[in-house]
């Protein structure tokens, strides 16, 4: 019989890597493990451009380590700091992927593609949860397809008054807003760090704190837990810079101990009580 969720947890590993447990479901956003020392690069489609990208420190993983995973939930898989050789291992063994059409392409195996909006329903013993695909967009629009697709993800379970938001790596655009019309989103995860290269001068390919400030009044976010900052080389704004920007808008933040489990239902992901709805 499907429950309402006793417990709501995410527990945050670096860059946009993070494990949540919702009931008995238990997804990873966006694998990246791989050892600092191991070189990467990110091929600029359509030319011989490579530009090297270098991660600061690990990857913390949970004590215990990392369960049997249902799913994990890949905004893109072009690129190192979302998607890395471990990454890519972990995913080909839990029992499904979910990410853009054409990055479920590449993968092939157990990648479903989720176009924008598009759901699925990942059951697992008294848990019902569902994904479903939100915009994103990976830069300017000027700059086409050089980052080429990526996908937000909302996370909703049966018996949970909000949901789940996940950014992905995208700039603000106003497609993010029919987020907030579509969910009553709870938490957010956002993908910050404000995201540049030397190639590319001052353009930027994610949210800065103040982009996710205004991103979060824009989806009706309850509380903002910050990822994708800081852990790599080209994420250009220091946690600090973000904590004083994101306080500055009065958005109530969470920032996650790497390793350790940030329980959700207390940032408005609230189980639903009979006869209570308005308690959330
Ligand atoms: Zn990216």
Not at 13 to 42: K, S
Not at 181 to 187: A, L
Not at 217 to 230: F, I, K, S
């Amino acid at each position: 019989m499907i429950a309402a969720p006793t417990t709501a947890t995410a527990t945050y590993l670096g860059a946009a890597t993070v494990l949540l447990h919702i009931g008995d479901v238990a997804l990873l956003t966006d694998p990246a493990l791989d050892a600092p020392e191991v070189p990467q690069e990110f091929r600029v489609p359509g030319t011989a451009m490579r530009i090297p990208l270098q991660r600061r420190w690990p990857a913390a993983l949970p004590n215990g380590g990392l369960p049997h995973l249902d799913a994990v939930l890949l905004s893109h898989d072009q690129h190192a700091d979302n998607f890395d050789t471990a990454g890519r291992l972990l995913a080909s063994r839990a029992d499904l992927v979910l990410t853009t059409p054409s990055g479920a392409a590449r993968l092939g195996g157990n990648a479903r593609p989720l176009v924008t909006w598009q759901s699925w329903v990942i059951e697992r013993g008294s848990t019902r949860v569902r994904v479903t695909a939100t915009p994103a967009r990976h830069g300017p629009e000027e700059m086409g397809g050089l980052a080429g697709d990526v996908t937000g993800f909302v996370v909703e379970a049966e018996g949970l008054d909000r949901a789940l938001y996940i950014s992905g790596d995208t700039v603000l655009c106003d497609e993010l807003a029919e987020v907030g019309r579509r969910f009553v989103v709870g938490p957010a995860l956002l993908h910050l760090g404000r995201a540049r290269f030397e190639a590319t001068g001052a353009t930027t390919f994610s949210l800065s704190a103040g982009d996710g400030s205004t991103l979060a009044d824009l989806v009706g976010a309850t509380a903002v837990l910050p990822v994708h900052y800081e852990d790599w080389g080209h994420f250009t704004e220091t946690r600090e810079e973000a904590d004083r920007a994101l306080r500055a808008a009065g958005t109530p933040t969470v920032w996650m101990t790497p390793g350790r489990a940030v329980d959700l239902r207390f940032l408005g992901l609230v189980r639903r009580e009979p006869g209570n709805r308005s308690s959330a």
